[in-house]
């Protein structure tokens, strides 16, 4: 059983209680790639540079490289994405109305 809502538009929309895919996944999606820039920019602070956390998970690792930051940020959109996906997907698969 799904109601009817009249969307502001005029045209009439089914709602099923699922999860919108495409506004999860940017939300997630800049989220993500948003904290990964920020944890990245520490390693530009006066005084954290010994603190940073990504140089403690990877220490071989340069983070002060544009190159690293902006495959870094890109790796987190991708991920937003993937959770998105795959958890949407399994909410509403799951909170399908049973008949």
Known sequence: MSASLEHPSGVA???TGGVAIIPLGL???LFLSGNFLLCALG?????????????????ALDWTSPALIIAGAAW??????YVALVCGWLYNAFAAPRT
Do not use: I, M, V
């Open 76 to 81: 987190a959109f991708a991920c937003g994405w």
């Open 27 to 29: 939300t997630l999606s």
């Open 43 to 59: 390693g530009f602070l006066p005084g954290l540079e010994n603190l940073h956390f990504l140089s403690a998970l990877y220490p």
């Open 13 to 15: 929309r089914a709602t």
